[in-house]
């Protein structure tokens, strides 16, 4: 039995894994995953609205989903009675069945299309998280957002009072993000997480639009009448004020669309036009005014906007299937794009992930207590399935960016870590000891979690910035690079397990001790050759692209320090300088000189690869080092006091 174990588990987390690739079927209601699924341009590229509302949303509450209101999500009775205003506690059949069947949460999508339809529900919404006591405080919010999390979010009425002293801190912030006060950091927040907000309502439509359709109707009827009483105005002569006026308030609130709109929902004339020349509702509209009409696509969103104001599925389903007829003349390819970041989207390929990185940890460290096979082996296969999904991962964002692996913060994490797992399977094949199955799982699942924690910055598929976009030299540079990044890191943990098995078990005897300082050495050759190849195509890059081969920039100097302490470190046991313990204390040490170039130099915010700032790492790079300068205090006790070396006289661990 315990041999089939491994087989089960592995089948049991494969249908896990594959039961979310269908993705979510369409609602019997309004349909917001067809909704979901249309493309727009934002950031400079064509994505979903799906994921234009996931990343807005996990900006703004760092969540992909929206409690409904009156409560947190928990759809407890008495939140169903508030719900449905029945306070008197007797409940039709027909309004439990609603309630059973009314969602816990919204959707990212969900709430995009209720932000930009019906604004004043959505501004009810739990969205703003605002958790500094002193601006909570200062806006006299009090302890309303509080929700059993311990985080505190609040809605967009509750804060709505508050705009003007919002504007006010935020007009006196320092210009220096990295040398903001924890205050002033929560006030920089609030004030984007509202504009981005306001932005997202008014993108569709004028937030103060209650029948958008009818709307547009009364404005092409008014255009001819209005245009005329401009010219008689104008002339002196007399005017139909009533046209005037009509017109005017509608180009006033079409002029604050064009200029506040967030995502580009109206495709190009493609006759006409490039097909990457997507624009906003509210340019359109007030071209309007010389064409006399608009493009079919504003009606269709106009008649998607009406339909789900007045709760209309069948009218709001012919208006999206219509949209989508459309498109598929002239950008299929853009559907197909937006079809496929949908599907990426919900099926999750990094979450799931992590999922199994920490599930085969759990399993690879059970098999070291009590030396069980099938735990061993478990893990081993959890692991090669969890690299087939990330591998899949960073496939499919290749396939919707049409860039390399790595462009930005976000994607060295996935593809570092990728590189990891990619040397700890290779370990674990040839020494099926566990120890690289321990390396893999773990190495990968910080990485994957470092960058989720990156993604809750917005968009993690945007553009590169010109000085970065992509050649064969920039592609085959950050791919080496780091592959260089991944080994340093995989031979620093090799040294962690050394230290900590050595320290406090009776595990390693000296067969394992040898076999993991042969591991940390040849890994550690591995990450010299592609840090330093990798190093060398970055300056080939650069020449081409920016006219100099070098220029001391902290990027290129993070690159170089770790060609130089790799190459130390080889040197020190080539020249007999250290022995295992103080080869695997140098290992350790490469961690920090690695995580400080992969992040350290980024929070310096200067140089021309200081694309990726981040002043929330700090902290997190101040713990990581010191964790690791305490293991290198552990490696260094007397061989007396570890666990594993106790008896051993021959001096073959010093």
């Given at each position: 039995?315990?041999?089939r174990?491994p087989f089960?588990?592995?089948?049991?987390?494969?249908?896990?894994?594959l039961?979310?690739?269908?993705g979510p079927?369409?609602?019997?209601?309004?349909?917001?995953?067809?909704?979901?699924?249309?493309?727009?341009?934002?950031?400079?590229?064509?994505?979903p609205?799906d994921?234009v509302a996931m990343n807005?949303?996990?900006?703004?509450?760092?969540?992909?989903?929206?409690?409904?209101?009156?409560n947190n999500?928990t759809g407890?009775w008495?939140d169903?009675?508030?719900?449905?205003?029945?306070?008197?506690?007797?409940?039709?059949?027909?309004?439990?069945?609603?309630?059973?069947?009314?969602?816990?949460?919204?959707?990212?999508?969900?709430?995009l299309?209720?932000?930009?339809?019906?604004?004043?529900?959505?501004n009810?919404r739990?969205?703003?998280?605002?958790?500094h006591p002193?601006?909570i405080g200062?806006?006299?919010?009090?302890?309303?957002?509080?929700d059993r999390?311990?985080?505190?979010?609040?809605?967009f009425?509750?804060?709505e009072?508050?705009?003007a002293?919002?504007?006010?801190?935020?007009?006196?912030?320092?210009?220096?993000?990295e040398?903001?006060?924890?205050?002033?950091?929560a006030?920089?927040?609030?004030h984007?997480?509202?504009?981005?907000?306001?932005r997202?309502?008014?993108s569709?439509?004028?937030?103060?639009?209650?029948d958008f359709?009818?709307?547009?109707?009364?404005?092409v009827?008014?255009i001819?009448?209005g245009?005329?009483?401009v010219?008689?105005?104008e002339?002196?002569?007399?005017?139909?004020e009533e046209?005037?006026g009509s017109?005017?308030?509608?180009?006033?609130?079409y002029?604050m669309v064009?200029?506040?709109?967030y995502?580009?929902?109206?495709?190009?004339?493609?006759?006409?036009?490039?097909?990457?020349?997507w624009?906003?509702v509210?340019?359109?509209l007030?071209d309007?005014?010389?064409t006399k009409?608009f493009?079919?696509?504003?009606?269709?969103?106009?008649?998607?906007?009406?339909?789900?104001?007045k709760?209309?599925a069948?009218?709001?389903s012919?208006a999206?299937s219509?949209f989508?007829?459309s498109?598929?003349?002239?950008?299929s390819?853009e559907l197909?794009?937006?079809k496929?970041?949908?599907a990426?989207?919900?099926?999750?390929?990094?979450?799931?992930?992590?999922?199994?990185?920490?599930?085969?940890?759990?399993f690879?460290?059970?098999?070291?207590f009590?030396l069980s096979?099938?735990?061993?082996?478990?893990?081993?296969?959890?692991?090669?399935?969890?690299?087939?999904?990330?591998?899949?991962?960073?496939i499919?964002?290749m396939?919707?960016?049409?860039r390399p692996?790595?462009?930005?913060l976000y994607?060295?994490a996935v593809?570092?870590?990728?590189?990891?797992?990619?040397?700890?399977?290779?370990?674990?094949?040839?020494?099926r000891d566990?120890?690289?199955?321990?390396?893999a799982?773990?190495?990968?699942l910080?990485?994957?979690i470092?960058?989720?924690n990156l993604?809750?910055?917005g968009?993690?598929?945007e553009?590169?910035?010109a000085?970065?976009?992509?050649?064969?030299?920039?592609?085959t540079h950050?791919?080496v690079?780091?592959?260089?990044?991944?080994?340093t890191f995989?031979a620093?943990?090799?040294?962690l397990?050394?230290?900590?098995?050595g320290?406090?078990?009776?595990?390693?005897?000296q067969?394992?001790?040898?076999?993991l300082?042969?591991?940390?050495?040849?890994i550690?050759c591995?990450?010299?050759l592609?840090?330093?190849?990798?190093?060398?195509l970055g300056g080939?890059w650069?020449?081409q692209?920016w006219?100099?081969f070098?220029g001391?920039?902290?990027?290129?100097?993070?690159?170089?320090l770790?060609?130089?302490?790799n190459?130390?470190v080889?040197?020190?046991r080539?020249?007999?300088?250290v022995k295992?313990?103080g080869?695997?204390?140098?290992?350790?040490?490469?961690?920090?000189?690695?995580a400080f170039?992969?992040?350290?130099?980024?929070?310096?915010?200067i140089?021309?690869h200081?694309y990726?700032?981040?002043?929330?790492a700090?902290?997190?790079?101040?713990?990581?080092?010191?964790?690791?300068v305490?293991?290198?205090?552990?490696?260094?006790?007397?061989?007396?006091?570890?666990?594993?070396f106790?008896?051993?006289?021959?001096?073959a661990?010093?």
């Amino acid at each position: 039995m315990k041999k089939r174990l491994p087989f089960i588990i592995l089948a049991i987390f494969t249908l896990w894994a594959l039961s979310s690739l269908r993705g979510p079927k369409a609602p019997e209601g309004i349909d917001h995953v067809g909704f979901g699924k249309l493309p727009v341009l934002l950031n400079g590229r064509i994505q979903p609205m799906d994921s234009v509302a996931m990343n807005a949303l996990l900006q703004l509450r760092g969540t992909r989903k929206v409690p409904l209101e009156g409560n947190n999500g928990t759809g407890e009775w008495g939140d169903f009675l508030e719900i449905r205003g029945e306070g008197n506690g007797l409940l039709t059949e027909r309004s439990w069945y609603q309630f059973s069947k009314h969602p816990k949460k919204l959707s990212s999508t969900q709430w995009l299309l209720e932000l930009m339809t019906r604004p004043d529900q959505a501004n009810e919404r739990y969205i703003f998280a605002v958790n500094h006591p002193d601006l909570i405080g200062e806006l006299g919010l009090g302890e309303a957002g509080l929700d059993r999390s311990g985080l505190r979010y609040f809605t967009f009425s509750e804060i709505e009072p508050h705009l003007a002293t919002i504007e006010k801190h935020a007009s006196s912030l320092n210009p220096k993000p990295e040398l903001r006060t924890p205050f002033e950091r929560a006030v920089a927040k609030i004030h984007f997480s509202l504009g981005l907000f306001l932005r997202l309502k008014n993108s569709l439509q004028p937030q103060d639009s209650p029948d958008f359709s009818a709307e547009l109707e009364e404005y092409v009827a008014n255009i001819g009448p209005g245009i005329e009483a401009v010219r008689n105005r104008e002339s002196g002569n007399e005017y139909d004020e009533e046209a005037f006026g009509s017109l005017m308030r509608h180009l006033e609130r079409y002029d604050m669309v064009s200029r506040v709109a967030y995502p580009l929902l109206v495709p190009p004339d493609i006759k006409t036009m490039e097909r990457d020349q997507w624009s906003n509702v509210g340019t359109n509209l007030l071209d309007a005014v010389h064409t006399k009409r608009f493009p079919a696509a504003i009606q269709n969103y106009a008649a998607m906007s009406t339909a789900y104001t007045k709760d209309d599925a069948q009218a709001f389903s012919t208006a999206l299937s219509t949209f989508r007829n459309s498109l598929a003349k002239d950008f299929s390819s853009e559907l197909r794009k937006a079809k496929l970041e949908f599907a990426y989207n919900h099926f999750s390929p990094f979450y799931k992930s992590i999922v199994l990185y920490l599930v085969a940890f759990l399993f690879a460290c059970a098999s070291w207590f009590n030396l069980s096979q099938w735990m061993n082996r478990s893990a081993h296969y959890l692991i090669i399935l969890a690299f087939i999904i990330h591998t899949a991962g960073l496939i499919t964002r290749m396939v919707l960016e049409g860039r390399p692996p790595v462009t930005n913060l976000y994607s060295s994490a996935v593809f570092v870590g990728w590189g990891a797992v990619i040397l700890g399977i290779v370990l674990e094949r040839f020494y099926r000891d566990g120890i690289g199955s321990v390396i893999a799982s773990v190495v990968g699942l910080i990485t994957l979690i470092i960058a989720h924690n990156l993604s809750m910055q917005g968009d993690t598929m945007e553009m590169m910035r010109a000085v970065l976009d992509t050649n064969f030299w920039l592609a085959t540079h950050v791919v080496v690079i780091t592959l260089g990044y991944s080994a340093t890191f995989v031979a620093g943990f090799l040294a962690l397990v050394y230290v900590t098995r050595g320290l406090l078990t009776k595990t390693l005897d000296q067969a394992t001790a040898k076999g993991l300082t042969r591991m940390v050495y040849g890994i550690i050759c591995f990450a010299t050759l592609f840090s330093f190849v990798g190093t060398i195509l970055g300056g080939i890059w650069a020449d081409q692209s920016w006219g100099r081969f070098w220029g001391w920039d902290p990027k290129e100097n993070g690159a170089l320090l770790i060609v130089i302490w790799n190459a130390l470190v080889l040197h020190c046991r080539w020249g007999g300088l250290v022995k295992d313990r103080g080869l695997m204390n140098l290992a350790i040490f490469g961690n920090i000189v690695t995580a400080f170039s992969w992040f350290g130099v980024n929070m310096l915010g200067i140089g021309l690869h200081s694309y990726g700032f981040m002043d929330a790492a700090f902290r997190w790079i101040v713990l990581f080092t010191a964790s690791q300068v305490a293991f290198i205090a552990l490696g260094t006790l007397p061989l007396k006091l570890w666990q594993s070396f106790k008896t051993d006289t021959t001096g073959a661990a010093s």
